[in-house]
């Protein structure tokens, strides 16, 4: 069995590009794996939050991953700032790090726009995801393939430990799914869909309303050539909704292609818009019945317990490698 690891800011709802590149691994890692999944809260404080707002998306996120289909008896589910072994090890992984390959971080260099006065934590969340994913002894690490560079930074920094102290970490593969790896935004397909974008309708998130998701297809930004191509390169906007299509009906790009063949955008959007909802509304109605049951506490709790018990025997292993403490 291999331990599998991954976890989801509560820097507000989980869309689609969330779902499909993330979420949708996790459920179904879950039947044959050791399956550790965390809301990872402290890295959402890499950037200002209101805590009444972070508290209920903390909540929502661990509703939604239930919701979703992940189910407690199989996978460890809890909420990352419950376990102190993170902050703990990622001091320590700190120190055996470079600022060199910190600066080389997509993610660091578009959230601070090079400002000097960017939270240091924004440049050390890398540090941050490489302790939550050691300190679960991981093996696979379900992503967005957005995080390939964080999966990177983490196998070289575990490597490094290793060559120095002996072996210490097990060396982390991260999972991409192909369909859905990459999701873009609605109004710019030329960047990732995101939680924190200003517009509403650059994303679509679980919670929507039929009304907002239907919006926001239909104002998805797409070409003036009226073919139902996928062409990444010169239709980015089409090629997105057809990677959205195919994700979540199953069917292959070819055969939509070939559906919607003489067909302009309009029909296409339509469909698209009932396929969402049909997948996205059994979700809803799972995240209506569990959000504000007591239930919901007590998974995050029982989740807190089982994953400290691992993470106490890492820090131990680790402060022992490093002759820290007693
Ligand atoms: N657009 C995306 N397509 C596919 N996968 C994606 N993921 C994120 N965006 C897409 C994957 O979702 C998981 C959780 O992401 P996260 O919450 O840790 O933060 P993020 O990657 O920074 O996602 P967001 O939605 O863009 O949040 P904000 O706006 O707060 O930065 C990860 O596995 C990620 O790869």
Same mark, same amino acid.
């Given at each position: 069995?291999?331990?599998?690891?991954?976890?989801?800011?509560?820097?507000?709802?989980?869309?689609?590009?969330?779902?499909?590149?993330?979420?949708?691994?996790?459920?179904?890692?879950?039947?044959?794996?050791?399956?550790?999944?965390?809301?990872?809260?402290?890295?959402?404080?890499?950037?200002?939050?209101?805590?009444?707002?972070?508290?209920?998306?903390?909540?929502?996120?661990?509703?939604?991953?239930?919701?979703?289909?992940?189910?407690?008896?199989?996978?460890?589910?809890?909420?990352?700032?419950?376990?102190?072994?993170?902050?703990?090890?990622?001091?320590?992984?700190?120190?055996?790090?470079?600022?060199?390959? $910190?600066?080389?971080?997509?993610?660091?260099?578009?959230?601070?726009?090079?400002?000097?006065?960017?939270?240091?934590?924004?440049?050390?969340?890398?540090?941050?995801?490489?302790?939550?994913? $050691?300190?679960?002894?991981?093996?696979?690490?379900?992503?967005?393939?957005?995080?390939?560079?964080?999966?990177?930074?983490?196998?070289?920094?575990?490597?490094?430990?290793?060559?120095?102290?002996?072996?210490?970490?097990?060396?982390?593969?991260?999972?991409? $799914?192909?369909?859905?790896?990459?999701?873009?935004?609605?109004?710019?397909?030329?960047?990732?869909?995101?939680?924190?974008?200003?517009?509403?309708?650059?994303?679509?998130?679980?919670?929507?309303?039929?009304?907002?998701?239907?919006?926001?297809?239909?104002?998805?930004?797409?070409?003036?050539?009226?073919?139902?191509?996928?062409?990444?390169?010169?239709?980015?906007?089409?090629?997105?909704?057809?990677?959205?299509?195919?994700?979540?009906?199953?069917?292959?790009?070819?055969?939509?292609?070939?559906?919607?063949?003489?067909?302009?955008?309009?029909?296409?959007?339509?469909?698209?818009?009932?396929?969402?909802?049909?997948?996205?509304?059994?979700?809803?109605?799972?995240?209506?019945?569990?959000?504000?049951?007591?239930?919901?506490?007590?998974?995050?709790?029982?989740?807190?317990?089982?994953?400290?018990?691992?993470?106490?025997?890492?820090?131990?292993?680790?402060?022992?490698?490093?002759?820290?403490?007693?």
């Amino acid at each position: 069995m291999k331990r599998v690891f991954s976890g989801v800011q509560p820097t507000g709802n989980i869309h689609i590009g969330n779902y499909l590149g993330a979420l949708k691994q996790f459920v179904e890692l879950q039947d044959s794996n050791e399956c550790i999944y965390c809301i990872v809260d402290m890295h959402s404080i890499t950037v200002p939050q209101d805590p009444k707002i972070l508290r209920k998306n903390i909540l929502d996120v661990a509703a939604l991953y239930l919701a979703v289909g992940l189910d407690p008896k199989k996978s460890i589910i809890f909420v990352q700032s419950d376990v102190p072994g993170h902050a703990e090890l990622s001091w320590i992984l700190m120190c055996n790090s470079y600022t060199g390959e $910190l600066s080389r971080m997509t993610q660091f260099k578009q959230k601070s726009k090079g400002s000097e006065s960017a939270p240091t934590g924004l440049f050390t969340y890398p540090i941050l995801m490489a302790a939550d994913i $050691l300190l679960y002894d991981t093996d696979v690490v379900p992503v967005g393939n957005d995080q390939k560079q964080h999966i990177e930074i983490t196998r070289d920094i575990a490597e490094r430990i290793n060559n120095k102290y002996g072996k210490t970490f097990i060396i982390p593969d991260g999972r991409f $799914l192909k369909a859905g790896a990459r999701i873009m935004s609605l109004d710019d397909p030329t960047s990732k869909m995101s939680k924190s974008a200003e517009n509403i309708h650059s994303r679509i998130s679980l919670l929507d309303d039929s009304n907002k998701i239907k919006k926001s297809i239909m104002k998805a930004t797409t070409d003036s050539d009226g073919i139902v191509r996928f062409d990444i390169e010169n239709k980015p906007g089409i090629s997105n909704l057809l990677n959205i299509y195919s994700a979540f009906s199953g069917i292959s790009i070819n055969d939509i292609e070939k559906k919607y063949e003489g067909i302009g955008y309009g029909e296409f959007k339509k469909d698209l818009v009932s396929v969402v909802n049909d997948s996205i509304s059994p979700i809803q109605k799972n995240f209506n019945e569990i959000r504000n049951s007591k239930e919901l506490l007590d998974i995050l709790r029982d989740g807190a317990e089982r994953a400290n018990a691992i993470s106490e025997k890492t820090i131990k292993r680790v402060k022992d490698k490093f002759g820290l403490g007693l």
